[in-house]
């Protein structure tokens, strides 16, 4: 996925002359969402985002399963696996499975609870049913209509909204935004910034409920006054460079790649090359390095030599976040004989 154009930011003239065709795009894809998806065999609980890009999807998803888990359900999670070639329905094994089978994320999600990949969703669902998972949770797939939901959770940043506010195209919109908070369940708005505000109020206005959560870093104190150079190729690098510089790295070099990105063996040498040259410690994120690891060459040599900074995400108001749960876990009980009821 190539990086944003800078004129989904704004309603400048590049946006209004795709404008014509994003009223076509839109109407399909609020079609599309409007289609009823099939039954799984479990509850699912969806983790979405308004538009194209990353917003916290993933940390947001492992969060819920950590949160379900200490709850005694057995969570797990289904993905489509963007980027790699395995259509699945799949299990994946993070020590088979490399991010050209499956993706970069399910290695992620992988970590933290069985995670199936599958093109085809309601068979990825049946598939986690039949490893004993109680309740999937869905990374993307909020505009997919071929899985009901039992719950939608979606996920903001607050530093960047929803850009100029329109649709594919000619904005980073994945569908009206009309449609799609028809759909939200709960809108999980991710940091501070004034970009997410008209939203909130829209949502607000809809009764949708609001929750906080924020992105946080986990033991950066390694590289506190560390000379570095970042490198990632993710939907928002800014964020990355600002968390480094959060934790007090000495950020001399920057280099940015497309979101999801898969490192060529030139990429791995000009980024150790470059690191080598200014005496700086090459530092990127989780998602860049599982896409390094186990490809021999100069990107398992950059993959040993790169620091990681990981972060998490932390639920401010978990107590909201649990009432929807059990809400939408109640309204299965009947189809599912009880079987998901809340764990207390």
């Known amino acids: 996925m190539p990086l944003a154009p800078e004129f989904w930011s704004k309603r400048g003239a590049a946006a209004w002359s795709l404008w014509p065709l994003s009223l076509g795009y839109g109407r399909i894809a609020g079609w599309r969402m409007a289609r009823p998806g099939r039954a799984a065999p479990i509850p699912v609980l969806c983790v979405g985002n308004l538009t194209v890009g990353g917003g916290g999807k993933t ?29 699945g329905p799949l299990v994946v094994d993070p020590e088979r499975h490399r991010a050209a089978d499956v993706g970069d994320e399910p290695l992620l999600l992988a970590a933290a609870a069985p995670t199936v990949v599958a093109h085809d969703r309601p068979a990825g669902a049946q598939r986690l049913a039949e490893l004993g ?14 899985l009901a939901k039992d719950l939608s959770v979606v996920v903001l940043d607050a530093r960047f909204g929803i850009g100029n506010g329109f649709v594919l195209p000619a904005g980073p919109l994945r569908a009206p935004l009309g449609d799609q908070l028809r759909r939200t369940d709960l809108l999980l708005v991710v940091g501070e910034g004034e970009h997410a505000v008209e ?14 959560a924020e992105l946080a870093p986990e033991g950066g104190e390694a590289l506190k006054g560390c000379p570095v150079l970042a490198f990632c190729g993710i939907a928002h690098p800014g964020k990355f460079e600002a968390t480094l510089e959060e934790v007090g790295a000495d950020v001399r ?30 530092v990127t994120t989780e998602k860049d390095l599982v896409r390094l690891r186990g490809r021999g060459g100069a990107a398992d040599s950059l993959a040993a030599q790169s620091l990681v900074l990981p972060v998490r995400m932390r639920l401010q108001e978990t107590r909201k976040v649990l009432s929807l749960i059990d809400a939408a876990l109640g309204r299965r009980l009947v189809s599912l004989g009880g079987n998901s009821s809340p764990r207390r």
């Open 133 to 146: 998972v109680d309740i999937a949770v869905m990374d993307d797939g909020f505009q997919n209509p071929s």
């Open 253 to 282: 070099q920057v280099l940015r790649f497309p979101d999801h990105h898969t490192y060529s063996e030139e990429d791995c040498r000009q980024v150790l090359e470059r690191a080598a040259g200014g005496g700086l410690t090459p």
């Open 199 to 212: 939203t909130i109020r829209r949502a607000a206005r809809r009764g949708t409920p609001v929750a906080r």
């Open 59 to 87: 940390p947001t998803a492992i969060a819920l399963a950590r949160l379900l888990a200490a709850r005694g359900h057995h969570p797990g999670f289904l993905t489509r696996g963007y980027g790699g070639v395995e259509r």
